[in-house]
């Protein structure tokens, strides 16, 4: 686990000691956020080698801060290495403890250094969600991006944020009893983009409410997490979190192993292969060349074996089902997928195929029957209500595409397999209609999220 947002120097001795032992740490980001502060980070961060530190002006010192402290703050986050952002800064309107032109002022200079080191920033927002935006554009802060710490703020914020490339992390406050909309935001966070921090020794998670935070609590809030993600455990929330947090801060990482089998919510999914024969809008590996999907690197450079695939595998009974699903098309590599949904099937797994449904652009529709029996579950990507739509989103090289899709869904049913229709609810596509769609196929549904991958 990776605390992206505490600070250390505030926890109680017996709190800080718990933490600095405790293991399950991979890395804490700990804050400096004026000049006492600054200095307690570094030298936590150069004593202890699983501490970094950002290094930054708080909006509630605008008003004491002056242009020989900016100096002094860039020079040191240039001398020391362990330093891995500038912040936290940003705009807090709620409290007003700094005039608000200052606090400005102070943010934009912020921003400047941390364009000038190349370094990312950690973002205070409270009750200005539309001046913080106008200066992370104006600023161009979108050239280091960075991370909106502690955000509370609506989905609208979060999503512009998003488009600016900005990480959004979560503290304890999204287990209170009244953060009901907060949640539905978390929900809705690109998975690729979603932190995790205590803010410790604010903001115990609800369980320990009332208490001072520590490092240690930030389980409570993994707990929540996972069951606000879908298909996710805390496990899952831990690993994500982690490799997103060691992208942003420039941490020693392994994200971009390649990865043949991964787990996700004692589900083994099997990456068979990077080919896929559609284009869609709303895929990551479309958009921003980014194969990251809940803290695993989703690409390999060849496409695997079935002896590698069963090796990895092992036991696929200790799994709930073993699905094949990457970045790309499974049925393409039709006589593999046979070939381990048969090895699955014999060992007692279960075994889900997910498909964009254009199996009958390549193969004969005979084939299909010779999957009978090994696969229990087909889980076909429909994505639209109409043909006009599917094409907009999904982006085939065939006109008749959506045509072929419904004709995969009818006859997988027909053929008496499982059928689940899906799509995602990227702007455009009408879902309710769509599952409509689905339903008068004989298949099942399941609506996604845009940007919630895995």
Known sequence: MIDTHCHLDLLRKEDLEETLRDHSFEYLITIGYDRKTIKNALRLSEEYPQVFCAVGFHPHEADKVKDEDLIWLKDIATAHPKVRAIGEMGLDFYKNYSDRKKQEEVFRKQIAIARALGLPIVVHSRDAEEDTLRVLKEEKAYEVGG??????????????????????????????????????????????????????????????????????YIRYTAEVMAQLIPNC????????????????????????????????????????????????????????????????????????????????????????????????EPTIRFSVLKDIAKWVKDQGGKVRVDTNGLMFTFLPKERLKELKGLVDVWSVSLNAQDKDTYNRVCRPTQEDAFERVLDFIKTAIKEGFEVIATAVDYPGVDMKKTEELAKSLGAKYRGRMYEVVG
């Not at 488009?163 to 209170?176: A, E, K």
């Not at 998975?191 to 240690?216: H, M």
């Not at 194969?291 to 090796?311: A, L, N």
Request: proline share 7%; aromatic share 12%.
């Open 147 to 216: 991370v909106m710490h502690c955000f509370t703020g609506s989905y609208e914020f979060m999503r512009a944020c998003v488009d600016l490339g900005f990480y959004i992390s979560y503290s304890g406050i999204i287990t209170y009893p009244n953060a009901g909309a907060l949640r539905e935001v978390v929900r809705r966070t690109p998975t690729a983009r979603v932190l995790i921090e205590t803010d410790a020794p604010f903001l115990a998670p609800q369980p320990v409410r009332g208490k001072p935070n520590k490092p240690p």
């Open 233 to 328: 455990s805390p496990e899952d929330v831990d690993r994500t979190t982690s490799q997103n947090a060691k992208l942003l801060f420039n941490l020693t990482t392994d994200e971009k192993k390649e990865t043949i089998t991964y787990v996700i919510n004692n589900k083994l999914y099997i990456n068979l292969t990077n080919k896929c024969n559609l284009h869609c809008t709303f895929c990551q590996r479309e958009r921003e060349r980014n194969f990251m999907v809940k803290g695993y690197w989703v690409w390999v450079s060849r496409d695997p074996t079935v002896e590698e695939v069963i090796r990895e595998m092992g036991d696929p009974k200790r799994y709930d089902e073993i699905v094949f699903c990457g970045y790309g």
